[in-house]
Structures are given as C-alpha cells and as structure tokens.
C-alpha cells in the first residue's frame, strides 16, 4: 500500500491468536533442537573423512571443498526458496518430515559411493533435504514465543547444530582410528565397504526414524500478520515491495552474518585437517578436541548470545542483534587469526576457544529477521536469509581456503592455517562494516513491525 507521499505503507494489522502455552513452545524447541543435531552430524561429519576419501578417491583439496561446501550449497539454495514459499502457506511439521528423509538417505547413501561423483551427489541430496528444517522451525517458533524471549528460545534450538558437529567430531574420528589398517568391513547386502563409508551409513540412517518426531510438535497457529487479505497467500510483488521499502536492514544483516559466516564455515572445514597436518594429531585426537570445544565454548556461546540479546532487547536495545555480533565479530576475526598463526599447540586451542564462544550466530541471526518480518513472509526471508547464508558461507568460504593455498600460496599440507588466517583478515571487516551500517535501519525496522504486532 502507498501513502499520500508515494511511500510505502503497512496494511492494518490484524489481531493475533492467543499465545500458545510455554509448554508447547519448549516441546517444539527440544524435538528441534534433536533434528537439527542430526543434520549437523550428517553435514560435519565429513570434515574429519577427508584424507581416507581424498586416498579411495584420488579427490584434491580443491574437489574435497567441493564436497564440504558447494556440492550441499547448491542444492540447499536451489530448494531453500520453494520451500520457504511453502512454509509460509502449508503444514511445517510435515515439510520438516518430508525434508528429513530425503537428507538421511542420501547421507546414508554416501556410504555406498564407489567414486567421486557419486559422493558429489549425495551430497546433493542432503543439502536438498536439509532445506526444509530452518524456514519451518523458525516460522513456528515465532508463532510460539514472544518476541522479547525468541533469541532465547531459538539459540536453545540451535545449540543442535553445536551438539550434532561436535558427535561428528567424536564418532569421526573414533572411526577413523579404530579403522586404521583395515581395508574395509563386508556388511550383509552391502558388501564390502572403506572405513569412511562405514561412518557415512552410522551417522545417516537413523534419520529415517527420528524423522517421525516432527509429529510430535503441534503445528500452531500463525501470528503477527500484515492484514487479514494476505492471510492466505503471500503475493510476490508485495513481498518484493516490503523488502524494498526496509532494504537498508535486510541488506546490511544478510551481508553482515553471510560474510562471517564465510569465516566460520571455512574454519569448520578446514580446521581438523589443519591440527593433524601441522600438529600431528591423530583423527581421534583432533576429534575430542574439538568436539569438546564445540560442546563446551559453542553451547555456551550460543545460549548466552540468544539470552543477552533478549535482555538487551527487553531493555529497549532494539538493534542488539546486530550490536551485539559487530563487537563479536571483530574479536572473533582477531582469535581466528592467532589461532592459525600461533607458533604452540596450547596458543593455538586458546585462540579456537574465542572463535567457539563468539561464532555460533545463527540464532541471534535467524531472530532478527522474526521479529521484523510479518508471517506471511517469515519462510520466504528465511529462505531468502539461508540462500545467500550458505551460498556465502558454506558455498565459498572452504573454497577460498583450499584456493589461497592451492593457488596463491602454492600447495602444500602446511599452507591451510595461512590461508585461513588470511581469509580471516579480509572478511572481518566486512562484516563488521555491514552489522554497523545496519543499527539505525534495525532500529526502525523494529518499530514499523509494531504497528502490525504487538508482542
């Protein structure tokens, strides 16, 4: 709609269900946070597999990046927008059902792969399925909590992420080492199959049960609409004309968290290949450390993000979303870059702590966008946030790594550390610059979506 000035306008807002009760809201949150750990183990897992497939495959760094990053990427973004117009329209539980199976058969489906591209497309198939879990447990999250209480309850949501990376770590690299000089294991039906495709086929095919626990969340009603006419459909042309008319804080949050999420995919990536090349570490080693950290520093950084975000906010901080990660970001940056130059071992594990504490955002992220963007367009930002998200991060950022040290610095096993303290030093501040450019825009953003809802 447009005002006498040619602007555009809010509709009237229209009123809300009542909220439903704390309980269902925290059911959803723990059968979330269980499904996201399971698709964080069956995304990570990878990380530690990559010299055992680089051997069987004949994969360079460069083709492994591929499998890491683009090869989940590319399907996630092609699937991500669709579904987040579905989202906004149908039943989520049964989206994040459907979406499950499809991503715990092609992980398992990983473990029979005989070559390089027949990994790369399940790859396809997990990033596809793994698509249909954020856009949906976001838009019924912020159908069952306030607004001043959802970073809480999202990044409680999230800390399955952390959870289901540092399993992949652990059951990894325990693997790998109780794996080391077997040529391979004959399984019934199967046949025979490496160690690396053993872990693949643990870690994918419980999915296909635990995909039934969405049923065990009721599907609430939707809240916080622009006005009664869109109540059943979310035209294109008006969700185009409401992003345009707040682009200044939907462009500088997808530019500021997709640019350090650049940084942190990257570091996830490359990092358990970093420590046993240049520290020697074993895979199981290298797996406990990390995984403790991610278990420890990351559940602590995300819990405590989510929850000072909601104080700030409930204290009349209406940009703290993006305030917050402009410090954050920037003393992560630093920690990053210590930790791949640090010349000890010990040095090096207390700079990771810092980037653990401060890197898990996704919950503080996803929020900002809830609590700005009415629901008939929550599953379609969402996507359209994710889109970019991993296109950025996870799509580029173990790329650029294995790059800079393939093609830049010149290949070598002690090149990946330099790499990733100079992705580091570039993108930090960038996205520093965007988080600070976004305050004022937020700020408003804010109080535009009061007018249409009121929690």
């Known amino acids: 709609m447009l005002d006498g000035a040619g602007r555009t306008k809010d509709p009237p807002a229209v009123a809300d269900p009542a909220t439903p009760d704390v309980r269902a809201g925290w059911t959803a949150v723990s059968v979330f946070l269980v499904l996201y750990a399971l698709a964080y183990l069956d995304r990570q897992v990878l990380t530690l597999l990559v010299d055992p497939i680089r051997q069987d495959l004949g994969a360079t760094d460069f083709e492994i990046s591929i499998l890491q990053g683009a090869a989940f990427v590319l399907f996630y973004t092609l699937c991500a927008l669709p579904i987040g117009w579905a989202v906004d329209r149908y039943p989520r539980r049964r989206i994040i059902f459907a979406g499950i199976l499809i991503w715990s058969v092609a992980a398992a489906a990983g473990g029979l792969a005989r070559n390089y591209w027949q990994?790369?497309?399940?790859?396809?198939?997990?990033?596809?399925?793994?698509?249909?879990?954020?856009?949906?447990?976001?838009?019924?999250l912020s159908d069952l909590f306030p607004k001043a209480r959802l970073a809480g309850a999202m990044a409680v949501f999230s800390t399955g992420a952390i959870v289901g990376g540092a399993i992949s770590l652990a059951v990894g690299g325990l693997v790998v080492s109780l794996a080391k000089g077997s040529e391979g294991y004959v399984l019934p039906l199967l046949g025979e199959v490496r160690p690396w495709q053993l872990v693949f086929l643990i870690t994918g095919?419980?999915?296909?049960?635990?995909?039934?626990?969405?049923?065990?969340?009721?599907?609430?009603?939707?809240?916080?609409r622009l006005s009664a006419s869109t109540c059943q459909r979310s035209d294109l042309k008006a969700l185009i004309a409401f992003l345009r008319a707040r682009w200044r804080f939907y462009g500088a949050h997808i530019l500021g968290f997709s640019t350090f999420n650049l940084m942190v995919a990257a570091y996830v990536a490359w990092t358990p290949t970093f420590l046993m090349r240049k520290y020697s570490l074993s895979?199981?080693?290298?797996?406990?450390?990390?995984?403790?950290?991610?278990?420890?520093?990351?559940?602590?950084?995300?819990?405590?993000?989510?929850?000072?975000?909601d104080r700030l906010f409930r204290r009349g901080m209406t940009d703290a979303h993006l305030r917050v990660y402009a410090v954050g970001t920037a003393l992560c940056g630093l920690a990053g870059v210590g930790a791949m130059l640090a010349p000890t071992l010990g040095l090096a594990i207390a700079c990771?702590?810092?980037?653990?504490?401060?890197?898990?955002?996704?919950?503080?992220?996803?929020?900002?966008?809830?609590?700005?963007?009415?629901?008939?367009?929550?599953?379609?930002?969402?996507?359209?946030?994710?889109?970019?998200?991993?296109?950025?991060?996870?799509?580029?950022?173990?790329?650029?790594?294995?790059?800079?040290?393939?093609?830049?610095?010149?290949?070598?096993?002690?090149?990946?550390?330099?790499?990733?303290?100079?992705?580091?030093?570039?993108?930090?501040?960038?996205a520093v610059g965007a988080f600070v450019m976004g305050l004022g825009p937020m700020r408003r953003a804010v109080d535009a979506a009061r007018a249409w809802d009121g929690r």
């Open 283 to 309: 895979a199981a080693e290298t797996g406990f450390t990390l995984g403790g950290l991610s278990l420890a520093c990351g559940v602590a950084g995300m819990l405590g993000s989510g929850f000072m975000v």
């Open 352 to 430: 990771m702590t810092g980037v653990k504490l401060i890197s898990p955002f996704i919950a503080v992220a996803a929020t900002a966008l809830q609590i700005t963007t009415p629901n008939e367009y929550r599953g379609q930002v969402s996507a359209l946030f994710l889109f970019v998200y991993n296109i950025v991060g996870f799509g580029l950022g173990p790329s650029i790594v294995a790059g800079v040290s393939d093609f830049v610095i010149g290949g070598g096993h002690g090149d990946i550390g330099l790499a990733m303290a100079a992705t580091f030093a570039v993108f930090t501040p960038i």
């Open 205 to 224: 095919a419980p999915g296909v049960a635990l995909a039934f626990l969405a049923f065990l969340v009721r599907e609430p009603a939707r809240k916080g």
């Open 119 to 140: 990994l790369l497309l399940c790859r396809f198939g997990v990033g596809a399925g793994e698509a249909a879990l954020s856009p949906s447990a976001y838009s019924m």
